[in-house]
C-alpha cells in the first residue's frame, strides 16, 4: 500500500450553527488521483480548506504528509481555490513568476517554466498582456498554472473544471493525468461525474457534509442496479413475465405493435436471465440491450439512498 498523503479523520465543521461537514474520513494516497465528488454546498470546499489548515475543524483531525498541515507542508502542495483572482494590473508571465518565487522558485527558473507551461496551454501569445484582458477562462487558466508552477507533489483543485469550455476541459484533464503519470497525487473537487469517471482511481462522495461512498469508480457502479432495455415485437403486457428478474418499468418510444421495457435488475440476476426469459417465453426481440452504467447514475442513486435529497434537488444539481 503506498504512503497516505492526506488523511481526515472524523472532521466536522459548523457555520452560525448550520454543519458544512459531518463526522468526515478519507485519506488520499501518493500517486493516486482522488476525485472529491457532491452536490452544491455538500462541504467540499469546505473540507479541502480543512485539509491545508485554511480552516481548523471543530472535531476530528487532518494530517498532510504526517502531519498537521504547517507552512512548510504547504509547499509541497499546489493549491487552486474555488474563488478565482489574480492581480488584474500585472502581465500574465509577472503573475506567475510571482507565485513560483512565493513556492520558492528562483526568478530564471519561474520565467523559463512559466513560459514553458504558457506554451503548454495554449497561452504563449499572451504572456505579456495584462490580466485584465483575458477572457475567464484564459484568466483561469493562468490560474492553474501558478498552481503548478513550482512543480508540487500534491495538487489540490478546488473545481478545476468549471469556467473552462469542453476543449479547455479535455485539455485540463490531460495535464491532470500527465502530472499524475509524472509521479504527483492528485485531489480535485468536481460535481461533474464525467470528469472524474475518465481520471479518477478513488472517488470520495459527499452529500450534506457526510461521507456516502468512498472507493473506486468500478465499486461506485456496482453500487447501481445494471440495467436491460429490451423491445419486444408484441403489445401483450409481459411486465409479470419480467417481474422475477427485478424492477420492471414500460417506456414510450417503441415502434407501432412493439413495447419497450427497462428492467432494473434485481439481486444476482445478470442480462442473461433476462435473455433467457425472453427465449424461454417466446418472446420475440426487437432490441436487446445491457445498458452502460455511469458514475452520474451511481452519483444519482448513492446521494438518493443516503436519504438526504429529493430527486427534484438532484435533477437540478448534478452534471
Ligand atoms: N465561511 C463560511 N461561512 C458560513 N457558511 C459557510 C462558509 N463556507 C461554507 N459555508 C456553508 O457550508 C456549506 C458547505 O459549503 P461548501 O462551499 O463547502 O460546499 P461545496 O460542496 O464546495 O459547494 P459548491 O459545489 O457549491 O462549491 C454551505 O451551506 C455553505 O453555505
Not at 18 to 45: C, H, Q
Not at 153 to 164: K, V
Request: hydrophobic content about 45%; charged content about 25%.
Amino acid at each position: 500500500m503506498s504512503e497516505i498523503i492526506l488523511s481526515l479523520d472524523g472532521v466536522s465543521k459548523t457555520f452560525s450553527g448550520k454543519p458544512a461537514v459531518r463526522d468526515l474520513s478519507f485519506t488520499v494516497r501518493r500517486g493516486e488521483i482522488t476525485g472529491f465528488l457532491g452536490p452544491n454546498g455538500a462541504g467540499k470546499s469546505t473540507s479541502l480548506r480543512m485539509a491545508l489548515g485554511i480552516l481548523t475543524p471543530d472535531a476530528g483531525e487532518v494530517s498532510l504528509f504526517g502531519g498537521r498541515p504547517r507552512a512548510n507542508a504547504l509547499e509541497r502542495v499546489g493549491f487552486l481555490p474555488e474563488e478565482r483572482g489574480i492581480y488584474r494590473k500585472m502581465k500574465v508571465i509577472d503573475v506567475i513568476i510571482f507565485f513560483a518565487r512565493l513556492k520558492g522558485v528562483t526568478p530564471v527558473d519561474a520565467r523559463r517554466r512559466g513560459l514553458a507551461m504558457l506554451e503548454e496551454f495554449g497561452l504563449a501569445d499572451v504572456a505579456d498582456s495584462k490580466v485584465k484582458t483575458l477572457s475567464k477562462g484564459m484568466a483561469q487558466k493562468i490560474q492553474i498554472i501558478s498552481t503548478l508552477i513550482h512543480d508540487p507533489e500534491f495538487i489540490i483543485l478546488d473545481e478545476p473544471f468549471s469556467g473552462l469550455d469542453p476543449v479547455n476541459q479535455k485539455a485540463l484533464e490531460q495535464i491532470v493525468r500527465a502530472r499524475a503519470e509524472a509521479g504527483a497525487t492528485i485531489l480535485f473537487s468536481t460535481h461533474v461525474m464525467e470528469h472524474a469517471e475518465r481520471l479518477c482511481d478513488q472517488i470520495v462522495l459527499v452529500a450534506k457534509g457526510r461521507k456516502v461512498f468512498d472507493g473506486n469508480v468500478e465499486a461506485a457502479l456496482a453500487m447501481i442496479p445494471r440495467r436491460v432495455i429490451l423491445e419486444t415485437v408484441s403489445e401483450q403486457d409481459l411486465a409479470q413475465t419480467f417481474a422475477p428478474l427485478g424492477e420492471v418499468v414500460q417506456e414510450a418510444g417503441a415502434a407501432d405493435g412493439a413495447r419497450r421495457w427497462l428492467i432494473d435488475l434485481g439481486p444476482g440476476i445478470d442480462a442473461q436471465d433476462v435473455l433467457k426469459a425472453c427465449v424461454d417465453g417466446n418472446i420475440r426481440l426487437l432490441r436487446f440491450e445491457p445498458a452502460r452504467a455511469h458514475l452520474h447514475d451511481a452519483f444519482v442513486h448513492l446521494v438518493e439512498t443516503s436519504g438526504q435529497f429529493s430527486n427534484e434537488t438532484l435533477a437540478g444539481e448534478a452534471v
